[in-house]
C-alpha cells in the first residue's frame, strides 16, 4: 500500500486491569492495576517507547452506586485520582503527552487551571485536560447534591468552567517573569493579567499563581457526542475523543464537527478527532476470536446485566429475561450520547439482553475489532483516509497483553504503510498532535494592532 | 554530651527559592526556583539523603491581592500545585515523606481525601496532609467569594471536612480487596463501609474510590495556633507544625497541646509538635552573621512594608516614618496566631517598622536561628529535652545554600549528641514519625466485641 502524507495519532487509553469488563480475571492481568503505580509506570513507558501521542486516563468521582452483587465482581471500585497519578508519571518518562479526564462538575474552575498548570510545568509541555461533566448520582452524592445537574445545566456551567480555567491560563505572558537579581525586579507588572470573571456560575478574580503554560495552554480534550457537546467541542476543543459503532456514523461525526469550526473562527486542523477503538489483536482471525472468548468466558451474568443497565441510564434490568430482548426504554438524564448508541445497536442487531452485554463488556460502546494486523491496519486507515478520524484512542481489552499485542503487531504494519511516527517530532503534547502553540491574548491584540494603520 | 535515649523529628520545609523574602536574589540562588521541577527533585533527594522524617510544602491558592510594586519584587507568584509536585517528586524518592497543605476553605473533602489516598499509595505510604483554613481575600476571590469565611466559621468547617476525609480514608478495610480470579470476587462486600456523612456544611456519601492507604491514613498535620486551631489540633492533628519566637512561648504550647490530648481519649505520643526553625549557619558566628546580612541587604524596602503590612492583617504602613514605631492596630479576621505573635514582638523589643519586617523577611514569625553548628544545635537539644519540641520544621534562609549548610554542619553535630537517626527505621512516614498506624474502626469494635462476654 501507499504510504500516506499525512499520519495518524495515537492514545493509550490505560485503564486500571483493561478495558473488557472481565479483563482483571485474565490469568496475565495484573489484579491489583488500579492501585498499582509500578503497573501504570510500565505502560506508560511502553506507550512512550512506541511512541504513542498521549496516555489517557478517565475518571470518575465515586464508585457506582450499583448493585453490591456486581460491584463486588469488577474491578472499578479502588482507583488513583488521574492528575496524581499523571504527576508521578510524568517524573518517570520524557516525552509522551498525559491527558487526564477531570469532571467540571464538582471542582472549581481555579483548581482545575492550577493543577494542569503545574503538570504542564513538570512535564515540560505534555498536558491535556479532559473536559467532561458528571453524570452518575453515586458523584452527585459525593458532593453535597441528592442527584446530578440536569444536562442543558451541566453543559452551561461546562461552557463557563472552560472559559474561566482558559483564562485563568493566560494569567502570564510568556516573558512575564524576567527574574532579574540585580534590579530585583522579579515580573513585569504590565505582563499580569488579572482575569476578573464574574458569571452566571463561577465568579474568579485571578490570576494564576503558576507561569504560562510551556505549551501556552494545557491542550483541552472533550468527549461529548450530544448537541450540547458538540457545540462544546466545536468552540473550544483541540482533541475529541468519541465513541463510534460504524464507519458512517464516524464520517458524520466528524463532518459536522469540521463543518462547525469556521463558524467559531476555527481551522479545521485546530481539532484532532480520535474515536475510541477496542482491539483484539491475533496473528490470524481465529487467534484473534480466541484471545476475545477468553475473555468473554470470564463476565459473570451479574456483572453483564448490572454493567448494561447503568449504560442505558439505570433502568433495572435484572428481572428480565437474559436471552430476550431489551425493552422500549424512555429518554432519560443520562449521558445521552453512550445511551442512543447502545439502544441503536440493539435495535439494529436484534440482540438480547445477554448479546448486548457482551458487546458492551469491553469496547463500552466504543469500535471492536477483533481481526490480524492487516485487518485492524485496513480499518484504522479506512477511517483516517476517508473522513471519519484524524486518529484513535488505543483502549486495550486487558492490561498489559493487550496493549503489548498493539504494539508488538499493529504498529510495524501501521508503520509499513507510513501511517503513524517512528520518532516523535517535538517535546510537547502540542507538537505531537499537530496543534498550535496559543498566542497570548495580548500579544494576538498586539500584533494586529501593528498589522492595522493607526486610528486617526 | 551523652546521647539522648530519644531522638527528634525532623522536616524540610522547601518553598521555592527560600524563606528569606530576598531568597531569590542570592547569587546562588534558582531564581525560577517556584516552577523548575529539577530544583525540587534534587531538595527532596538531599533531604532524602539525609534522612530528614519529611519534606513540607505551604500553599495559597491564589497570588497575594497586595501592591504591584511589592509583589512584582517577591518570588511568590508562580510555583507548583503541592499535590502535583509532591506525587512527582513520591516517584523519584523512596523513603522520606511528603507533606502538603491543602485548604479546607476552597475545596471539597471528596477530592482531598481521594488525592492524599492516591499519593499514599503511589508512595507507599508516605503522605501528609497539612489541614489549613485559608484566610487571604485575594484566595476568597478565586472560589466566589467577596471575602473570606470568618475565622470561627472557617473552623468549624475544617472541623467537619477533617471527619469526612478521615470517614472516606476507612471506606475500606485493609484487607477489602481479595480480587479472586477463580471465584470472580474482587472485593469483600462485607468490608465495605458507605459514610453517609450528612452534616453543616458536607453532605457525602462515599464510598472513597481508593484502597485504604499504606498507612491505614495519611498523617494529619496542622498548623493552627489560635484557640479554635488548638482545640481542632488536639482533637485531630498528629503532627503540629507551629511558629514560635521564645522557649517560653514554645514550652507553653506544648504543655497546652499536651494535657488537652487526654481530654479527647489520646496519648501525648500521638501527636509530634515540630516548631519552624529558620537556621544561618557558619562555622563561626561571625560567618553565621555575613550570611545574613547578605540576605537582608537584598530586601528591598517597599517588599519589607508590604510583607509587614500582609502579615498584621492588612493595614496599610507604606504611609508611616519607616524608622518609627508600629502604631497600635484593631483586632482582625486574619490569622490571629501570626498576628498576634508580631505584635509581641515588635513590643518586647520595642522595634521600628524596618526592623520588623527585617525581622520576618526571614523566618516570617519562626524562630530565627543565626550561629555555629553547636550552638544551633544547643538550642534545639535544649527546646527538644525541656518540654518545647518534639522536632522541628527546618526552613532554609535559601535553597540550595541553606538546606546544604544544615546538612553537612548541624546534623553532624546532632548526630554525635544521638539526637538525629542516621538511617530511617522504617518506609512510611509513620514509622518515621513514631505514630501508631490506626485501626480500622470496624477492626476496632470487632476486637472490642471479641473482649465482652455475649449479650444474654
Redesign the interface.
Known sequence: MASSPRQFKLGAFLMQTGHHIAA????G?Q??A??N?RHY?ALAQKAEAAKFDAIFLAD????RNSD??S?????R?????P???L??????TERIGLIATVSTS???P??VA??F???D??SGGRSGWNLVTSSGT?EA?????DTHFEHALRYERAAEFHDVVTGLWDS?EDDS?V?D?ES??????HK?HVLGHKGKH??????????RSPQGRPVVVQAGASEAGRDLAARTAEVIFVAHQTFDEAKSFYADIKERLPRHGRHPDDVKIMPGIFPVVGRTQAEAEEKFEQLQA?V?PVVGISLLSNVIGGFDLSGLPVDGPLPVLPETNGPKSRQRLLLDLARRENLSIRELYLRIAGARGHQQVVGTPASIADQLQQWFEEGGADGFNIMAPWFPGGLDDFIALVLPELRRRGLFRTEYEGRTLRDHLGLRRPVHPARAAHVEREAQPAAA
Chains 1, 2 share one sequence.
Open positions: 482483571w480475571r485474565h490469568p492481568a489484579a491489583d488500579g492501585v503505580f509506570v470518575s468521582v465515586g464508585v453490591l452483587a460491584l463486588s465482581r469488577t474491578a471500585s479502588d482507583h488513583f485520582e492528575l496524581t497519578l504527576a508521578a508519571i510524568a517524573a518517570l464538582f471542582n472549581e481555579f483548581n492550577r493543577k498548570a503545574s503538570l510545568q513538570i453515586g452524592q459525593n458532593f453535597n447534591r502570564w517573569f527574574r537579581k530585583g525586579r522579579y515580573f513585569d507588572e499580569l463561577f465568579s474568579v478574580r485571578g490570576p494564576l499563581n503558576v507561569a470470564l459473570h
